[in-house]
């Protein structure tokens, strides 16, 4: 039974690949100027998975990313979904907005833009209240959209709404409700953005290419690999030789690196509620896995990119650092890297 359903999403995959290859794109994706600091570096905080009032520990967790953003002065925050649990919010008039991050990450060092993704909590409530230019107009640095991009000179971050990627939550939401107003039908709108993803990472000049969404990409969390993301999403990563994919889902803090590409995978989702125990291992490399709370922080410059993730009390776990693979000439068009 397992091989058939593998079977039948494989060929729900080739169908959409197929239409993706087919499809006018629906637009460009929304592009974003964030210009670099004046000596050409970046530094960032990447959050995930904590809406929830302060509790499960998100009020300590913000209270060390505001440290560590004044001794980083970072430019930005990334946040990879769910940023309202449990049911997203009910409008944009609903306190969980203010209660779950307005009120929470008031250091000083964290009043910079704030670029987020929804996540699959988020799509549960109304999703057109968290995408509304309203919310911005109570807090500015909240900037959250479905798909875009966000250009920061050295690198193009690619958003990506990952979400109606899984099947699941279309066949089988069981209790959830998920607004799909906007989305449906589900193959017309990934197909479309497969495409427009595709158009806009082959026109990136940028030394880096990040990609970051909220479902897990690779993982031996609770969630564990997302297949529809490595069956149509990756493919793509692959092609335009992206460096990065960041994502949250998964309550936990991790690095795998991809065995037969360049491509890193980096789970930042421990901004409040933590899973503890799980661990399910998969075909690629696990080189750092911590089932807590804590965020991940990012720096960059034209060389090289530094990955440090902290726990809840803003202790360094661990930390990776990788030399551009496009300035020492080390990466093909395809995306692989050639041998020494």
Known sequence: MAKGSDAMAAAAALTLLAAALCAPAAAELTRMEHPAKNDGSLSLLVVGDWGRKGTYNQSRVAEQMGKVGELLDIDFVISTGDNFYENGLTGTDDEAFEQSFTDIYTAKSLQKPWYLVLGNHDYRGDVLAQLSPVLQKIDNRFICMRSFIVNAEIVDFFFVDTTPFQLKYWTHPKDDHYDWRGVAPREKYLANLLKDLDEAMKKSTATWRVA?????????????????????????????????????????????????????????????????????????????????????????????????????????????????????????????????
């Open 212 to 340: 970051v969404g909220h479902h897990t990409m690779r993982s031996v969390s609770d969630h564990g690999d997302t297949k529809e993301l490595l069956q149509l999403l990756l493919p793509v990563l692959q092609a335009n030789s992206v460096d990065f994919y960041i994502n949250g889902h998964d309550h936990c803090l991790e690095h795998i690196s991809s065995k037969n590409s360049p491509i890193q995978y980096f789970t930042s989702g421990g901004g409040s509620k933590a899973w503890r125990g799980v661990f399910q291992p998969n075909e690629d490399n696990l080189e750092f896995f911590y089932d807590g709370q804590g965020f991940m922080s990012l720096q960059l410059d034209h060389n090289q990119a530094e990955f440090t993730f902290y726990d809840v009390n803003g202790n360094v776990l661990y930390q990776y650092t990788r030399s551009s693979l496009r300035k020492t000439g080390h990466l093909q068009p395809s995306g692989y890297a050639t041998e020494e």
